[in-house]
C-alpha cells in the first residue's frame, strides 16, 4: 500500500494474478471512484469475481439509521440506490454504488452477504456462486455488487467501481450515468492530480542549504 496526494495505491500479487487498487475522490464531485487493475500472469485464461462491499449508514450512526433505509436497484443505468426519509435534514439525499461493466450480481442484503453468522473476514456470499439480487426495505441494508471479469494469458484488464451521493434520485442517477463513462474517470483522475498539484506547489521553501532546497 502506499499513499500519494490524494490517493492511495494498493498493490498485491498472488496466484498468478497481479491486482492494484486505486482510490481516490474527485476534488469536483461527491464520489469515491476505486480503479481495479488486474493483470493474468498464467498461460491460461482466467474468470475474476470482483465484488464491492458497502455498509450503508445515511445518518449518525449505523444502528439508528437502518431500519429507515429505503433501498432500490435501476436499471439505467445500472445503480444501487438508498436514502433514508427519516433523516429530517437530508431526506432527500441519495446515495448509490455503480460500477463500470453489466452486473452479475447484486444485492442489498447484509444477511444475504455476510450470512447469519458470518463476517467481513469471510463473507457467505463469496464462498457460493452469484448474489440473490435482493433489493428490499426493511432488512438488514448494505449494498454488494459483483462482476465477472475475463483475462487472457498475459493480458490485463481493468474495472472500477463509484460510491457516490446526491441531492436528490435524479442528481444520483444523473452522476452514476455520467461515471460510466470511462473517460469521465479519466478525466476525475487528472483533475485530482492538477488540484492537489496546485495546492501543495503553492508554497516553496529556500533554505540556505542547497540540497534542502523545496
Known amino acids: 500500500?502506499?499513499?500519494?496526494?490524494?490517493?492511495?495505491?494498493?498493490?498485491?500479487?498472488?496466484?498468478?494474478?497481479?491486482?492494484?487498487?486505486?482510490?481516490?475522490t474527485p476534488p469536483d464531485a461527491p464520489l469515491k471512484i476505486l480503479q481495479l487493475h488486474l493483470a493474468n500472469t498464467w498461460d491460461r485464461a482466467r474468470r475474476i469475481t470482483a465484488t464491492y462491499y458497502v455498509e450503508w449508514v445515511l445518518g449518525v450512526s449505523r444502528?439508528?439509521?437502518?431500519?429507515y433505509l429505503i433501498p432500490e436497484f435501476n436499471s439505467d443505468p445500472q445503480?444501487?440506490?438508498?436514502?433514508?426519509?427519516?433523516n429530517t435534514e437530508f431526506s432527500e439525499r441519495v446515495a448509490f454504488v455503480s460500477a463500470?461493466?453489466?452486473l452479475h450480481g447484486l444485492t442489498a442484503d447484509r444477511t444475504e452477504f455476510l450470512g447469519r453468522l458470518g463476517s467481513l473476514v469471510e463473507p457467505a456470499a463469496l464462498k457460493r456462486i452469484g448474489l440473490a439480487g435482493i433489493v428490499e426495505a426493511g432488512l438488514d441494508p448494505c449494498a454488494a455488487?459483483?462482476?465477472?471479469?475475463?483475462?487472457?494469458?498475459?493480458?490485463?484488464?481493468?474495472?472500477?467501481?463509484?460510491?457516490?451521493?446526491?441531492?436528490?434520485?435524479?442528481?444520483?442517477?444523473?452522476?452514476?450515468?455520467?461515471?460510466?463513462d470511462p473517460q469521465q474517470v479519466q478525466n476525475a483522475w487528472e483533475s485530482n492530480n492538477r488540484f492537489w498539484n496546485d495546492l501543495l506547489g503553492a508554497v516553496q521553501v529556500q533554505t540556505p542549504e542547497p540540497t534542502s532546497t523545496c
Open 100 to 102: 463500470s461493466n453489466p
Open 1 to 24: 500500500m502506499r499513499h500519494g496526494a490524494g490517493y492511495t495505491i494498493y498493490e498485491h500479487h498472488s496466484h498468478g494474478l497481479r491486482q492494484q487498487l486505486r482510490v481516490f
Open 145 to 180: 455488487l459483483q462482476l465477472h471479469i475475463d483475462i487472457q494469458p498475459g493480458a490485463s484488464e481493468q474495472i472500477y467501481f463509484v460510491l457516490g451521493q446526491a441531492d436528490d434520485r435524479d442528481s444520483a442517477l444523473a452522476l452514476a450515468r455520467r461515471y460510466q
Open 79 to 86: 445503480a444501487l440506490l438508498v436514502r433514508n426519509p427519516h
Open 63 to 67: 444502528d439508528s439509521s437502518q431500519q
